[in-house]
């Protein structure tokens, strides 16, 4: 070969001078720069506008209705008392009834977990089927899902009225939880289709090479590997059942009305005075079981979201 | 019958005929390698082999067995995958049971099988992880322990060292060539499209393309005697040289391109003899030697040198003959530079020479 050899060992460099005069290390960053009081001050007044409300309803359900008549809405109370929160809880009076939203809250537990357990079975084991078992039609059969997604509900109420009466359970919580059942169905099953789309297909072909059916495949492989899929889900339905106002309504009786309609009730009660500290507590205790799921869960919820690839 | 028989093997996805009417037959003990291009069908093949494909049309059996319409757990075989697959939620040890446990397999059983698998791939300091916990070649040596434990008689590897880096793949190579020789009677299915594993590990290769095998033979016929010029073009690093001219037989047949004759009264012409007609003639480039040693070749000629590209061992020259490129390798001490004249010789003996339309082997 000719001398095209290059001698990268070469001679040792000289070496530099000691201290070079110049920036060097770390940039310095100023705590008082314009970039962070825009940014902290824009920060800053969005959480006001947001959590504003929420002070208000809180220093309002914590105060009588002789403070509350003065009319200052930020005071903050003289004198604390928890009577509206009691009285929201059992003795406030929701149409027909005057136990309060104990009532109520039990219903919507009664209508959220069923609801909430049902649903994801059902829709995780249909995005597991399309995803990974391609079977004849399936296609067809998730655009149809899909495209129920986007059925208005308003069209649905009425006949669905008329299935569940015939079926004999109008008015009940196993008509109210069937009726949610099925309208998460679009929704999750397009969750968990690709959710389970994106586990690598060779997984899928290994645990079928090692006996593993369909039943065992989902319940030994793909359960396991999708925790955050379905913390996802969770919180979805949890959520949207909890606060669904309209299937409520429409789809059950007084006296297995869910929060959300006796909260109205109490609300826009026509008569009597309005205990708007009363109110204020009911709200509250109406909005506290979403609020404790985002913060449980909030970590696991956007893991969730972003899941993509499944590291194998 | 062998240990694996496909007849007429046909598939479709679609429109989209992948495999076109395959015959292949595999002794037992045999490792075929299933070498081609990206896209050819491999994956495809074993797959349908595994049972893991639906096929179109033809039958599939595996030691005497008509397994066409049967689940792959049922039909003997542990296949290990290029993204090797593992389980991510359980451990090594519960990677390799997994299978048995599934086919009810009683504990003592489980556990033995899996210490013997441990044992043969050197991975029981590994049993109590999880695969995120394990390197490369760790994960890889797993995939191979949980086809291992099933105690299958016919192996199938989707290019399982491809997501390797070289130093390791060199490595599991030997110690999947190791583990066949130590599986008496284990037939062995391996695609890849690495060339130096396929001539390495293979009894016989069977060469790809377009969902139909061009050539099945044994690695030596294959570089040797390959059957047509795609299968020649494939196989070699670096490529054949092909050089375009004339066959014309007089006393003895001569291939002619230009000015040139080569003479090839001792090329052994396949089936019926040589036919006068255009050809292209191939010749690799290991098989070309230079200047002492070219002198004892018979067929000489003198190029220049126009590219070199130096590689350590040897270094590999381009120059021109007669119009067509040609590439040989030199001594990687041996002077050679750009711009040199050099004397080469071969023995046309040693070449193949494929009809320019058929492009098969003559
Ligand atoms: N599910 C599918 N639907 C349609 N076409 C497919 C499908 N899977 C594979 N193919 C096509 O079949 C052909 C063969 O694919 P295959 O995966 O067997 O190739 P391969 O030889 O394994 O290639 P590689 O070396 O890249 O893995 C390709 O052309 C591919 O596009
Ligand atoms: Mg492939």
């Known amino acids: 070969m000719a001398s095209t050899a290059i001698d990268y060992a070469g001679a040792p460099a000289e070496p530099l001078p000691q201290e070079l005069a110049g920036p060097r290390g770390a940039r310095p960053r100023r705590l008082l720069s314009r970039r962070n009081i825009f940014l902290y001050g824009t920060l800053t007044v969005v959480a006001i506008y947001y959590l504003l409300p929420l002070y208000v309803m809180v220093v309002t359900s914590l105060k009588g209705m002789p403070e509350i008549r003065v009319g200052n809405i930020f005071a903050p109370p003289l004198e604390i008392t928890f009577e509206p929160w009691v009285k929201a809880w059992s003795s406030a009076c929701t149409g027909l009834n005057c136990d309060g939203l104990s009532r109520g809250f039990w219903n919507s537990v009664r209508i959220t977990v069923p609801s909430v357990i049902l649903s994801i079975a059902i829709a995780s084991i249909n995005g597991y089927a399309l995803a990974n078992w391609r079977f004849k039609g399936a296609n067809t059969f998730f655009t149809i899902l899909i495209v129920g997604a986007f059925i208005p509900y308003q069209v649905m109420l009425y006949p669905i009225v008329i299935i569940l009466r015939e079926m004999g359970i109008y008015g009940t919580l196993t008509g109210l939880v069937l009726v949610h059942t099925v309208f998460g169905m679009p929704i999750l099953t397009l969750l968990f289709r690709n959710y389970f789309a994106s586990v690598p297909e060779e997984l899928f072909k290994a645990a079928r090479v090692d006996g593993a059916g369909f039943w065992g495949i989902y319940f030994k492989i793909m359960l396991p590997m999708s925790l955050p899929i379905f913390v996802v889900a969770i ?78 | ?112 099988r899996v210490a013997r698998a441990a044992e043969i791939l050197h991975i029981e300091p590994l049993l109590k992880r999880k695969p995120a916990q394990l390197s490369g070649g760790q994960r890889q040596r797993v995939a191979i322990g949980r086809a291992l434990v099933r105690d299958v008689d016919v192996f199938l590897f989707d290019e399982p060292l491809s997501n390797l880096d070289a130093k390791l793949r060199a490595e599991l190579r030997v110690e999947i060539k190791r583990l066949h020789q130590q599986l008496e009677n284990t037939t062995m299915i391996y695609v890849t499209h690495d060339q130096i594993e396929a001539m390495t ?75 006068p007609g255009a050809v292209t003639f191939g010749i690799r480039p290991e098989h070309i030697f230079i200047e002492k040693a070219a002198s004892d070749q018979p067929f000489q000629a003198e190029v220049d040198v126009e590219v070199i590209e130096p590689m350590g061992a040897d270094t590999l020259v381009w120059s021109r003959f007669n119009g067509s490129e040609l590439r040989f390798r030199v001594d990687g001490q041996h002077p050679v530079k750009k711009g040199d004249r050099v004397m080469v010789g071969f023995d046309p003996a040693r070449a193949s020479v494929f009809d320019a339309q058929t492009e098969m082997r003559l």
């Open chain 1, 235 to 312: 919180i979805l339905q949890v959520t949207g059942i909890w606060n669904d106002f309209l299937f409520g309504v429409v789809y059950t009786k007084p006296d297995v009305y869910p929060m959300t309609v006796q909260l109205n009730n109490i609300v826009n009660a026509t008569q009597g005075v309005k205990e708007y500290n009363v109110n204020m507590a009911a709200t509250i205790i109406t909005g506290l079981v979403p609020l404790i799921v985002y913060f449980a869960s909030g970590k696991l919820f956007v893991r969730g979201i972003a899941a993509g690839a499944v590291k194998g």
């Open chain 2, 201 to 275: 590990l293979a009894d016989r290769i069977a060469i790809m393309r377009s969902g139909a095998i061009q050539q099945l033979a044994d690695p030596a016929t294959i570089y040797n005697k390959p059957v047509n010029k795609y299968v020649a073009g494939f196989i070699g690093s670096p490529s054949i040289n092909f050089i375009d001219g004339q066959l014309e037989i007089g006393s003895d047949p001569v291939f002619r391109a230009g000015e040139t004759k080569i003479s090839l009264a001792r090329y052994q012409f396949s089936g019926n003899g040589p036919k």
């Open chain 2, 1 to 112: 019958m062998g240990a694996v028989s496909v007849r007429n093997l046909c598939l479709n996805f679609g429109e989209v005929e992948v495999l076109k009417n395959l015959n292949l037959d595999i002794e037992e003990g045999e490792f075929l390698v299933l070498l081609g291009s990206s896209g050819c069908g491999k994956s495809t093949l074993l797959n349908c082999i595994a049972g893991l494909l639906d096929i179109t049309d033809g039958q599939i059996f595996i030691k005497g067995r008509n397994v066409t319409w049967e689940q792959p757990k049922d039909r003997g075989i542990g296949m290990v995958f290029q993204s090797y697959a593992l389980y991510p939620q359980m451990t090594v040890e519960g990677n390799l049971a997994f299978g048995l446990k599934n086919a009810r397999v009683p504990k003592d059983e489980i556990a033995r």
